[in-house]
């Protein structure tokens, strides 16, 4: 079992470059196995996510290279498996992107039902639904999800989301691309890597529009071709290192961003005090470390993401005054982190989907652990702003969505390590 231990309390000073989206990643690589042909995938993030997935391909056919930092290529048109190996499919939440591309390639998927952060329930009705819809039958055990032609085969349709769903549109997407007519969903999601998916999809030979908008359109075609592609920057990763140096003060340009995708984030942090600059591809952040309260509302994008809900509530325990954060994504979320800031000073009541906030001088160091990724990002945030030692343990979940954490935040200056037990 290994740990972070930081000796916080220094500001972070210089630049850090953001890596490939994580969320785009893990829906754009099973989305390969649409395609006939190579996939050259660049700016893919070097995390444990991604590594599981392309681990998942391989073991069903693929031929997965690693052609050098950053860039992969996939070739999966030597799959025949509709089974992918259930104990790595157990291990992360979007191996369930997997369901959609089988069911579009073979007509038929058996995929285990997936694992990852369990910050909260999380329902696949939506997914279900949109396979129904599109002529499946669906069967579902506590454990699996088996995919089949219904009666009248598979074919496009139009499907109304009841909730604005990411893996559900990512899943209607994949799974309607190679089938006939034209598939229309209604409430889709709106995130940058819903976008990233419909424009790789497209390079290699989809007819997807709309994307980024509430109503997505797919006309089904009948094969896609390899090629290459380059995956957004990580809006999340992106958020994490500007709120790091909000609350632990600083001076760091973070490079390799889309700032447009960091409004929602930015327009927040600014309103605390920091000062942001925009650039073309980068965002300057300077922050004395000395915040103030604010109100936040979680929202699908473009509203300020569930995914940043962690690490701008360490920000509010450090602000002036009293800071509400309001979460309508994932109800249950705070859970995952608000006592572990508790046990380092923090000041926060829950009441129900808020959390209020009241701003303390300085956190302290502490022994925590991550209950789920950005909890975890979150409790290195608050290790990085707090007085004194803080030993964060369970870094599996960090590593799962942040590609060399600890070296990033060394570089501008952080005293943060590594240490294997
Ligand atoms: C994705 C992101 C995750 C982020 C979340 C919300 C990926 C791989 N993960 O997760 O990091 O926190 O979006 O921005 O992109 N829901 C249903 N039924 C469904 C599906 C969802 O009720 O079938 C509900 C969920 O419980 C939740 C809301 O819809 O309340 C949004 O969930 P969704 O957008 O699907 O999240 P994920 O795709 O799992």
């Known amino acids: 079992m290994a740990k972070y231990v930081i000796n916080g309390g220094r500001p972070l000073e210089g630049t850090v470059t953001i890596n490939g989206a994580k969320n ?44 050098e930092p950053g860039v992969v290529s996939i070739d999966c048109s030597a799959v025949t498996s509709t089974h992918p190996n259930p104990d790595l499919v157990r291990k992360m939440r979007a191996s369930y992107y997997l369901m959609g591309a089988l069911l579009s390639r073979f007509h038929q998927a058996n995929v285990a039902l997936p694992g990852g952060c369990n910050f909260a329930s999380r329902p696949i009705d939506q997914h279900i639904k949109g396979f129904m819809a599109l002529g499946a039958d669906v069967d579902e055990t506590e454990d699996y999800v088996n995919l089949t032609p219904g009666p ?103 490079q390799n961003v889309i700032p447009k995708h960091m409004d929602c984030i930015t327009s927040k942090l600014q309103e605390m005090g920091v000062k942001v600059i925009n650039y073309d591809d980068s965002i300057r952040i300077m922050s004395g470390g000395k915040l103030r ?29 009293v800071s509400r954060l309001t979460e309508s994504v994932y109800e249950t979320r705070f859970f995952g982190y608000c006592s572990e800031l508790e046990a380092m000073g923090a000041d926060i009541v829950i009441n129900g989907k808020t959390a209020i906030v009241t701003g303390i001088d300085k956190l302290h160091g502490a022994k925590v652990a991550a209950h789920d990724l950005r909890a975890g990002a979150a409790l290195v945030i608050a290790g990085l702003a707090a007085e004194g030692t803080t030993y964060v343990e369970n870094i599996h979940f960090i590593e799962r969505g942040y590609e060399r954490i600890v070296e990033k935040l060394t570089a501008l200056g952080a005293d943060i390590q590594r240490v294997e037990e």
Request: include cysteine.
């Open 152 to 254: 009248d085969g598979l074919h496009g349709n139009r499907i109304s989301l009841d909730v604005v769903s990411v893996g559900a549109t990512v899943n209607i997407m994949m799974a309607a691309c190679l089938l006939p007519g034209q598939t229309i969903i209604e409430n889709a999601a709106k995130e940058p890597h819903i976008v990233d998916l419909a424009n790789f999809l497209n390079t290699m030979g989809a007819r997807i529009s709309g994307a980024g908008t509430d109503t997505v359109k797919i006309r089904g075609v009948q094969t896609l071709k390899g090629g290459t592609y380059a995956i957004i920057p990580d809006q999340i990763e992106a958020g994490t290192y500007l709120a790091a140096v909000a609350a632990a003060g600083g001076n760091v340009l973070v």
């Open 293 to 321: 309260h604010t109100t936040v509302k979680t929202r699908p994008y473009p509203g300020f993401p569930t995914d940043m809900q962690a690490q701008v509530c360490v920000c509010m325990t450090i602000a002036g005054g």
């Open 24 to 67: 785009a990643a893990v829906a754009i690589l099973p989305a390969a196995i649409l395609v006939s042909g190579k996939c050259r995938v660049e700016n893919v993030p070097d995390i444990s996510d991604v590594r599981i997935l392309l681990d998942i391909l391989q073991d069903m056919g693929a031929e997965v290279i690693w052609e």
